[in-house]
């Protein structure tokens, strides 16, 4: 099944995009800020910005989601 029918494999890929998103910006913010703007790659510059505010709150739910996927 994909993960966009599968409820809890959609919360994961939006889960591990946030993730990648907020380290990719930290090693490489000049091409994160530069593409804000754009439609496309605005939504990974959002995502960025959810990860950096929310940090303590999405690592909370990655350890949720991984331990919730070994039980």
């Known amino acids: 099944m994909t993960a966009i029918f599968n409820f809890q494999k959609l919360l994961l890929v939006i889960l591990l995009m ?3 998103s907020t ?4 090693v490489f913010p ?3 800020d530069r593409n804000k703007d754009n439609s496309f790659f605005g ?5 960025a910005r959810v990860g ?5 709150y999405v690592s909370l ?3 949720v989601m991984a331990v919730r996927e070994f039980v």
């Open 61 to 63: 739910a990655c350890v």
């Open 18 to 20: 946030i993730c990648t």
């Open 52 to 56: 950096e505010r929310l940090s303590p």
């Open 30 to 32: 000049g091409i994160m």
């Open 43 to 47: 939504i990974f510059w959002k995502f």
């Open 23 to 26: 380290y990719a910006h930290y």
